[in-house]
């Protein structure tokens, strides 16, 4: 036998909980939003004249100019491969017996500017807010030329630095949905959050722009870690500007965010893909030990108030055979 002692101190009435934990996630969104508010690039600029790396980099691009930096990239590349004894591409598809064809250009992707409010070690492109280089709109002028003469471009792939910060690129993304081309937006989410662009979204929502944005981990240490201090939550911020809902994970807290942008939504036509960015020159972690730790994080972050909006609440499945389920958790009581 055993006895269980009443808890006189909870209130039973289950919607009163819902009410002050509703409080304090919507207490923590703003607080983060607050934090978020300021623009990033004086932390950037910070990180470009104290990290060793980067002051590496800028002695380089000095001496060799962008173009010879970035081949003596591909000759470091290639020997590290030479050394572990793996082929070249072309090697590697001849021994295959296989080629690359030539088809039709369906795709015009233009790097339209290397200032960027980020300055990440991994950037391939050496961007940074002190890249001053951006497309005039003579050339974005030109390129909407070549879109009208080329009728096989479906779609114009947008990328930087930072492409939103570049003046060009309202014009060139008004133009081409104009035109009805598909726009694609590698963006890096904090941009969304800097000072001046607070309608962003909104143009992004209204030509219907599809999002690629790089989202190197779910920890805030990792992603601070290879792209500046702050880049998490300016990151996470950002999302909430783009998404219908968003679950956030931190040591702290669990915040759940539900707002009307759409991005991801079934049926929004607003397209958005997050991109995983190992921390160096390796492949990711196995996805079972991804999911098992990230499942770990969630548990030990439960969040109360989502459990409403499950859809297991709602839902009835079938299968293909007309076979039912429902959610054996949900009661009807």
Known sequence: MFSVTPDFNTDVNVHEHTMVL????EKKIEEMKSRTSASL???????????EEHKTTARNLKELGQQRLTMEERKKRRRALDNLGIPSFEKF???????LKKREIEILQLNIGLYCNQACNHC????????????????????????????????LDLTGGAPELNDQFRYLVSEATARKKEVIDRCN???????????????????????????PCYSLKNVDTQRGSGVFEKSIHGLMKLSVDVVVCSPSCSISHRNQAGYGADGSGLMLDLIYNPLGGFLPPEQKALEAKYMDLLVRNFNLATVDGLMCTNLSLSGTAGNG?????????
């Open 189 to 215: 989410l904090t941009v969304l959050t800097e000072p001046g662009q607070e309608d962003l979204v909104d143009f992004l929502v209204k030509h219907k722009v599809r999002i690629i944005a790089s989202l």
């Open 325 to 333: 389920s429902s959610c054996q958790g949900a009661t009807t009581a």
């Open 93 to 99: 598809l001849a021994d295959k017996n296989a080629s």
């Open 22 to 25: 509703r409080k304090v996630r």
């Open 124 to 155: 391939h492109v050496e961007s940074s807010p002190r890249r001053k280089e951006m497309m005039s709109k003579e050339v974005a002028q030109r390129c909407i030329e070549l879109l009208d003469k080329s009728p096989s471009i479906k779609t």
């Open 41 to 51: 690039i004086p932390e950037s600029m910070k990180h470009v004249e104290e990290d």
